[in-house]
């Protein structure tokens, strides 16, 4: 058993990340699905190669069976949007998250073909056993680029009949780029009883570059045949691919439509018996198709491989056992306990978005859609493969969220809040009360709320959110003047809105009054400051005014000066109690200008001004002399006039 499971886990490391819907495989073959019943296998397809069509194919259910399992199957090129099969009847549109296969044509791709497509779709229920003839319309699509859309339907049914033998199937999925020369390795069959026919059957489409014939197969080295064209039902439609319609039971293997259970496969007949080319009891085989005219991914007409089909007796027997989930559909990061019974060991794939994948119990952690499979083995040679499908809902996500704040002291905040990205109609919540359909939230304080939108699936998302406050009192005054020498009488004029009540500070004092008035008598730096509110103080907005209080300017003038030289009022100037600058202007008698000077002075320092001395250092006589001065504070202006006496 270790040695088989570590063959099939290694074949599968490499192809695992099929599921995952990333190729980058070069190996291996993934097992879609694998079992034994009590009953027989049929499949058929129909295709129109490029474009729209409808036919009809034949598939064969023994009279007395159940149907224990249907699928169809479809692909596409590029990136059309869905579109609506029709067979027999019934409207099909595949979910891309029903997607098995995604490789590229050619490498590097194509761009006009490429991605290439696998996708799904499970009918059980819709498959009546007495029903062997299917009609199929493959739909008109318009608008799309070259290449792009769907082009096939293929029917896999699995019967059930207590009348019969045994039979074991497998469904194997392609998992590499279409290059024109895919090599296959599988393993971890059921045992192959070569007594009895084995079948091999082939899914293609599209054969590539306008060539009948185009695919060599070869199944463990051995040459099948050249395949290529339109089978029989698609015959209206030239290269619309090979498929091996067949089925097995009773221990034997028939064909349908056009193709023939022998040795070989030719032309359109896409289904062999390759039991001669297998040892009995076998669990691995090799198959490869390489096309006669492109097997080099030369050119971008290479086929289109898409599935294939193992169908035998086994030695292996019918073994019970239960999937605790098939097919789901949960929200995102929804908890999900995926769960498989009725073996001895398990092996999940891919190996990715599962807390363990060798255990019959792994919890799914993910955000996105995924199929696995679990292999669930009875003994060390005989397993079953199952697929596990995990939608995941799309996530509603808030398109936006408006708040509008609350007024202070009140209860006026709103939330108005919309949604997309999930499936409407939308329900909100706040705090987890009544749902609202249109998101809008009224009446709401200031505080921090859980907001919760659920679409119609029931997927909701939350966000925390946070109302304002909104203080709507407006505090502002004039104060009149707003600076001036001590002392000083201040009077606001309060131009405050939507307030009723006041307080005032400054000076270290405190009023409450409406319109106060400030007597300030001693020079300084004021900060007068109104908080003002309507009801509720702690709603309340501050406003500050600074007023700056200065002393009054004195300027001492001396009247007369003797320059001698004895360093004694050797100079006519100017002492002042603050900081000013200025200008002075000196003439004599006969209004002759003497001089003419800017100073600044510092509080209590004795500016000078002049020495006594005239233009080219001649000494002035004796006698009067006339001054203007022009005095500057930081808040006023003076100007002087007077005369002084030189004396020597």
């Known amino acids: 058993m270790k040695e088989l499971k570590s063959k099939y886990q290694l074949i599968n490391v490499v192809s695992c990340y099929l599921f995952m819907l990333v190729y980058t495989c070069v190996y291996g073959q993934v097992t879609f699905e694998q079992d034994v019943i009590q009953g027989g296998v049929t499949a058929a397809g129909f295709s129109t190669g490029q474009g729209s069509g409808s036919g009809t194919f034949d598939v064969y259910i023994e009279p007395g069976s159940t149907i224990k399992k249907a699928y169809i199957f479809t692909y596409t090129q590029r990136y059309p949007p869905p579109t609506v099969f029709i067979l027999n009847g019934n409207s099909y549109v595949f979910d891309t998250s029903n997607r098995i296969m995604d490789v590229h044509y050619n490498i590097p791709p194509w761009f006009s073909a490429t991605p290439s497509r696998l996708y799904y779709k499970d009918i059980t229920t819709d498959i009546n056993p007495t029903i062997n003839t299917y009609n199929t319309t493959i739909p008109l699509q318009t608008g799309l680029p070259i290449n792009a859309g769907y082009w096939t339907i293929f029917l896999y049914i699995i019967y059930e009949n207590p009348s019969l033998p045994y039979t074991a199937y497998t469904i194997l999925i392609n998992d590499k780029n279409l290059i024109g020369n895919e090599e296959y390795n599988v393993n971890s069959l059921n045992p192959i009883n070569t007594n009895y026919p084995v079948g091999f059957s082939l899914y293609t489409d599209r054969s590539g570059g306008g060539f009948t014939e185009t695919n060599e197969i070869y199944f463990n080295t051995n040459f099948l045949g050249t395949v290529g064209g339109s089978d029989n039902v698609n015959n209206s439609w030239n290269f619309s691919g090979v498929k091996g319609h067949f089925y097995y039971q009773n221990n034997e293997l028939f064909g349908l439509d056009d193709d023939i259970p022998n040795a070989t496969m030719s032309g359109t007949d896409g289904l062999a018996d390759v039991s001669s080319y297998l040892v009995n009891n076998t669990t691995t085989c090799d198959f490869q198709l390489k096309h006669i005219h492109f097997p080099n991914q030369a050119l971008n007409n290479t086929h289109v491989n898409l599935a294939y089909f193992l169908t035998y007796t086994t030695p292996c027997d019918i073994f019970q056992t239960d999937l605790l989930v098939e097919d789901t ?132 998302v939350d966000s925390t959110v946070f109302v304002d406050e909104e203080i709507l009192v407006n505090a502002s005054f004039i104060l009149e003047p707003p600076t001036g020498s001590a002392p000083l009488w201040v009077q606001s004029n309060n131009t405050s809105t939507n307030a009723t009540n006041y307080n005032w500070t400054w000076a270290d004092e405190n009023s409450i009054d409406t319109h106060p008035g400030f007597y300030l008598d001693t020079s300084g730096n004021y900060t007068v400051t109104l908080i003002a509110y309507n009801n509720f103080p702690e709603c309340a907005d501050t406003f500050s005014v600074q007023v700056l209080v200065y002393d009054s300017l004195q300027v001492i003038i001396p009247n007369v000066f003797t320059p001698n030289n004895d360093h004694s009022n050797d100079f006519f100037g100017i002492t002042t109690n603050v900081p000013t600058s200025g200008t002075v202007v000196i003439f004599n008698r006969w209004g002759n200008l003497i001089l003419e000077k800017d100073f600044t002075t510092q509080p209590h320092v004795f500016e000078p001004f002049w020495d006594g001395m005239l233009f080219g250092n001649e000494k002035a006589t004796e006698g009067v002399y006339f001054y203007q001065l022009e005095v500057r504070t930081e808040n006023q202006v003076e100007v002087f006039h007077g005369f002084v006496t030189l004396a020597r």
Request: charge should be negative; hydrophobic fraction near 30%; proline fraction near 8%.
């Open 329 to 460: 559909t949960i929200c995102p990061s929804a908890p999900l306990v995926l769960g498989a019974s009725g073996g001895i060991n398990y092996d999940w794939l891919p190996q990715t978005g599962l807390s363990c994948y060798d255990c019959p119990n792994p919890e799914f952690i993910g955000d996105s859609s995924m199929i696995y499979t679990v292999r669930i083995w009875s003994t060390d040679s005989c397993s079953k493969v199952l697929p596990v499908k995990v939608k995941v809902l799309p996530q509603p996500e808030f398109t936006s969220i408006n708040l509008t704040p609350s007024a202070c002291g009140e209860e006026s905040g709103t939330i108005v809040a919309t949604a997309s990205n999930g499936i409407a109609p939308y329900q909100y919540q706040l705090d987890g009360g009544s749902n609202v359909a249109n998101g809008q939230f009224n009446g709401l304080g200031s505080a921090n709320y859980v907001l919760t939108v659920t679409d119609s699936n029931g997927c909701s």
